[in-house]
Nanobody
Framework: QVQLVESGGGLVQAGGSLRLSCAAS??????YGWFRQAPGKERDFLAA????????YYTDSVKARFTISRDNAKSTVYLQMNSLQPEDKAVYYC???????????????????WGQGIQVTVSS
């Protein structure tokens, strides 16, 4: 059974921080990505990380505030989110790609495995 389970979401005040975790089980993954989706909007790419953790990618809107990392010993990927704003309110999703898959990472269709999503709410 392959699962990706997000945790660490919730309510935070503007300017605060949250760290999302995504624990994987069932297989080993090459690349992880984080996406988010606000009501009435498309699912947007936030960040991705390579197997080694040495290569990371960010969308420009969050690069200065968000940091993606992974711990392969724990099969877990993280998204540290700082300076959160009300505009960051969304459901956040973890996604993963197996070894041997394509190198593309920007679109939801580039990922075959997804977590259930976790709510992040930022109060003003």
């Amino acid at each position: 059974q392959v699962q990706l389970v997000e945790s660490g979401g919730g309510l935070v005040q503007a300017g605060g921080s949250l760290r999302l975790s995504c624990a994987a089980s069932g297989r080993t993954f090459s690349r992880y990505g984080w996406f988010r989706q606000a009501p009435g909007k498309e699912r947007d790419f936030l960040a991705a990380i390579s197997w080694s953790g040495d290569i990371t990618y960010y969308t420009d809107s969050v690069k200065a505030r968000f940091t993606i990392s992974r711990d392969n010993a724990k099969s877990t990927v993280y998204l540290q989110m700082n300076s959160l704003q009300p505009e960051d309110k969304a459901v956040y999703y973890c996604a993963a790609k197996p070894f041997g898959d394509s190198a593309y990472y920007m679109r939801p269709s580039d990922y075959a495995y997804w977590g259930q999503g976790i709510q992040v709410t930022v109060s003003s």
